[in-house]
T-cell receptor
Framework: DAGVTQSPTHLIKTRGQQVTLRCSPI?????VSWYQQVLGQGPQFIFQ???????GRGNFPDRFSARQFPNYSSELNVNALLLGDSALYLC?????????????FGPGTRLTVT | AQKITQTQPGMFVQEKEAVTLDCTYD???????LFWYKQPSSGEMIFLIY??????QNATEGRYSLNFQKARKSANLVISASQLGDSAMYFC???????????FGAGTRLTVKP
């Protein structure tokens, strides 16, 4: 079975631009979460979506938004990019919400803002 | 407040020896889950092992085991018979409450020496 896939792999944008990152979960997984990992740090939680509804939001500004589609794939949008948004963006999926479900990560999208 | 603390920025271990990576956590929830992930230089987060707060036995997965000490709020990862391919960043993470988000520690960089 295919794992979590993300596109694009790498992206270079200019300050002030907007970006859309895409994620396809493992087949049968209904929950998708997004994380930002700045170089040298652990991932920081941005959003969780389950059954197309936002179920959790981390401490990120409103420039960050996301959505989940009927096929459970997801997009993360970031507006008005800042240099500090340069990071590895990770998408993760799991079967259900709840504490115990294992979460599987995609390879990530490396965003560079110049 | 820091929810997950990994106090070892870097660790070295000789090939074929065992190594313990430390993790302490902070939560007031009774129901929570603890996870360890491996992140090679390629960037992908690889799930290693899970321990639930109500699990009475320590989790084991092949060469990985989790030394869970609930009263001390610690969840240390033990890797037995280290291999060169174990060289990577290792992250401890926790999911609590409704399980909407996952919090990560800062990570430990493990280097296995031949």
């Amino acid at each position: 079975d295919a794992g979590v896939t993300q596109s694009p792999t790498h992206l270079i944008k200019t300050r002030g631009q907007q970006v859309t990152l895409r994620c396809s979960p493992i087949s049968g997984h209904k929950s998708v979460s997004w994380y930002q990992q700045v170089l040298g740090q652990g991932p920081q939680f941005i959003f969780q979506y389950y059954e197309k509804e936002e179920r959790g939001r981390g401490n990120f500004p409103d420039r960050f938004s996301a959505r989940q589609f009927p096929n459970y794939s997801s997009e993360l949008n970031v507006n008005a990019l800042l240099l500090g948004d340069s990071a590895l963006y990770l998408c993760a999926s799991r079967e259900q919400r709840g504490v115990s479900y294992e979460q599987y990560f995609g390879p990530g999208t490396r965003l560079t803002v110049t | 407040a820091q929810k997950i603390t990994q106090t070892q920025p870097g660790m070295f271990v000789q090939e074929k020896e065992a190594v313990t990576l430390d993790c302490t956590y902070d939560t007031s929830d009774q129901s929570y889950g603890l996870f360890w992930y491996k992140q090679p230089s390629s960037g992908e987060m690889i799930f290693l092992i899970y321990q639930g707060s109500y699990d009475e036995q320590n989790a084991t997965e092949g060469r990985y085991s989790l030394n869970f000490q609930k009263a001390r709020k610690s969840a240390n990862l033990v890797i037995s018979a280290s291999q060169l391919g174990d060289s990577a960043m290792y992250f401890c993470a926790m999911r609590e409450g409704l399980g909407n988000d996952m919090r990560f520690g800062a990570g430990t960089r493990l280097t296995v020496k031949p």
